[in-house]
């Protein structure tokens, strides 16, 4: 018997190995081994590189005060499909074991699609961390799922929307990497002006498009919540709070 592994597993070579156990399926035996590894991370401070990311339905938004970039992901569009692919199936499919079958499946493919584009944007944030220098990457300490936001639709849609799950991979990707995740208050960082601290109102000139009623600066929302999460990043620093840095 020959033990056949991927390019994928390679990373495992040289770390710890831990328990293993066979796992016998319809298409063959497998080895199921858990490896550990120990990592040194630099400590969050005032003087780190940092990229700080902006979690949203549909795009996810990174950079600092020198850049920011963008990556769609379109996930509520794809969560909203299944949801409704998945309603048809309850309200058509006779059977319970049929519709339990269809209904796992496409959960299943949903989550797969899903997970996918998860690892996708957090290889490209860590990479580019790597290409900068950066050393800690800053995300929003949120808690949505289980508030009121206003109607059926919404809550559905925040319901469906797994944004803890991918905070949880970049952490562990970025963590592997040797990189420190770190958790700030989220509270008005689209609303606040990251030059002046001045109240930022909707502009004329596009709905995510934002204007500080105390210095002028005109730019789209993201940008601005970036932007701010960078900046609690080193207010938090500068006051000698201790970052979040766990889930």
Not at 61 to 86: A, Q, S
């Amino acid at each position: 018997m020959r033990l056949l592994h991927g390019e994928y597993h390679e990373r495992f070579r040289g770390m710890e190995h831990g328990e293993a156990r066979l796992v016998l399926r319809d298409d063959g035996i497998y080895l199921n081994v858990s490896f550990s590894q120990t990592i040194i991370l630099p400590e969050p401070d005032a003087n780190a590189r940092v990229i700080a990311v902006d979690v949203n339905e549909n795009v996810i938004v990174y950079g600092n005060n020198d850049f920011v970039e963008r990556f769609e992901t379109n996930e509520g569009i794809i969560r909203t499909r299944y949801f409704l692919k998945r309603r048809r199936i309850q309200s058509r499919v006779r059977g319970r074991e049929l519709q339990r079958r269809l209904l796992e499946k496409y959960r299943g493919r949903e989550w797969n699609r899903i997970r996918e584009i998860y690892y996708k944007v957090a290889k490209e944030i860590i990479n580019k961390a790597k290409e900068i220098g950066a050393a800690v990457i800053v995300m929003e300490d949120l808690e949505i799922h289980g508030k009121d936001m206003g109607s059926e639709e919404l809550n559905g849609r925040i319901h469906r929307w797994s944004y803890r799950r991918f905070q949880q991979i970049l952490e562990y990707q970025a963590k592997l990497n040797g990189l420190n995740v770190v958790y700030v208050d989220p509270r008005d960082t689209s609303r606040t002006c990251p030059v002046c601290n001045g109240e930022m109102d909707p502009s004329r000139n596009g709905r995510r498009l934002r204007r500080c009623r105390r210095c002028g600066l005109e730019e789209n929302r993201d940008v601005i919540a970036v932007k701010n999460l960078a900046k609690r990043y080193y207010e938090e620093c500068a006051n000698a709070r201790t970052p979040k840095t766990s889930l």
